[in-house]
């Protein structure tokens, strides 16, 4: 039970694009495409699930072991860009279709603060490792969930007739704003 | 702060040895043709065949989508190499890429004029122009491959283009004349 208040708690109510405003630079710039969205969604469950639990694995039995908490940030940084580039080597081997969808999109996750965020709060919070796992893949469902519907948006305002001083990125940030304040409506729903 | 510093260098080292041997273990084979169509280009990362760089250009010669005389620094010497290595037949050079140099030439800024706007260092392609906003800008002459691209966004037209006399520091051997060997 409480595995799946984790699930829904970063889904949905601490969704960390649209409450906790991490990840904001691909939510901005990756969203144009209904399909770009899912390619980058489909990289950065994937990091993320990995890279949470793997800073979780050297948190564990290098930082603390050392009394080196201090260094988590630059440890975490390290983690992440190694993984991102295992998985860019691993994905290109193991399914070159995969490769071509992902692209320039998994070289980009090592810049994503939600990868950085997610690893830090499981410190913060005292995750287990099963904790972790489920927080990290929670996370990037949350962020997946919230880039698709939003590149959908965009594609239908693409087409809309917005008026003049609106246009481009101002009515993209409104869309945000609106959508952040729909999903303070999930606030409640769990307390964790 | 020891520990700190060997944990942390052990750290490194550490994924450092995993993605290495992951670069090894999971090695993707370029397309051959591809490797053998790049070695044959100059390299000058010019762009004037409309590609970023040789390496786009070779892929594109290698999938059909193009021809093969869009490269004015290698001239006629690489189009009979590749249509060679192609079978396909040598072309005239296409003048909309530019035009054949007959002899090599580099760029030189005229630090006077110059007002510093940076415009020719993003269009140089082997980062050979030297400087920043507002100071005045200078060609690494050793860098530059006379590609002349940093010449048409100048707006106070100060690059001038002048030919490099070989001496006896910089002289090469010819490159051999490529012939079409009958196979």
């Known amino acids: 039970m409480e595995y799946f208040l984790i699930l829904i708690s970063t889904v949905l109510v601490n969704n960390f694009v649209l409450v906790q405003f991490l990840g904001l630079c691909p939510f901005m710039s990756v969203s144009r495409k209904v399909e770009t969205a899912i390619g980058m969604s489909m990289a950065t469950t994937f990091v993320l699930t990995l890279s949470s639990v793997s800073s979780f694995l050297v948190n564990k039995y290098i930082l603390l072991k050392f009394g080196l908490e201090y260094l988590d940030i630059i440890a975490f940084i390290l983690v992440i860009a190694a993984v991102v580039q295992f998985t860019e080597m691993f994905v290109r081997k193991a399914s070159p279709m995969l490769y071509q969808v992902l692209g320039i999109f998994l070289p980009l996750i090592t810049t994503n603060c939600a990868v950085l965020g997610v690893a830090l709060l499981n410190i913060q919070k005292d995750h287990t490792f099963i904790e972790s796992l489920l927080y990290g893949f929670g996370a990037s469902i949350g962020f997946s969930l919230v880039l698709i519907l939003f590149a959908s948006i965009r594609e239908r305002i693409a087409v809309a007739d917005v008026p003049k001083p609106f246009r481009g990125a101002a009515i993209s940030l409104i869309t945000a704003g609106l959508m952040s304040m729909a999903f303070m409506g999930f606030s409640g729903l769990v307390k964790i | ?183």
């Open chain 2, 1 to 183: 702060m020891w520990i700190a510093i060997l944990i942390l260098t052990a750290v490194a080292l550490v994924f450092g040895l995993v993605l290495g041997f992951a670069a090894i273990r999971f090695k993707v084979k370029s397309d051959p043709v591809v490797d053998k169509i790049d070695a044959l280009l100059p390299q000058t990362q010019c762009g004037q065949c409309t590609f970023p760089g040789c390496r786009p250009y070779a892929e594109a010669i290698a999938s059909g989508e193009v021809e093969i005389n869009q490269c004015p620094p290698g001239g006629d010497a690489t189009i009979v190499a590749l249509a060679d290595l192609l079978g396909r037949d040598p072309l005239p050079l296409n003048p909309e890429n530019g035009i054949v140099k007959e002899e090599k030439t580099v760029v030189i800024i005229d630090e006077q004029i110059c007002i510093g706007c940076t415009l020719c260092i993003q269009a140089c392609p082997v980062d050979a122009i030297l400087g920043a906003a507002k100071q005045m800008h200078t060609v690494i002459v050793d860098e530059c491959t006379g590609c002349d691209l940093c010449i048409p966004p100048c707006p106070v037209d100060c690059i001038y283009i002048v030919p490099v006399k070989q001496d006896v520091n910089d002289w090469q051997w010819p490159s051999p004349d490529v012939e079409s060997v009958p196979t």
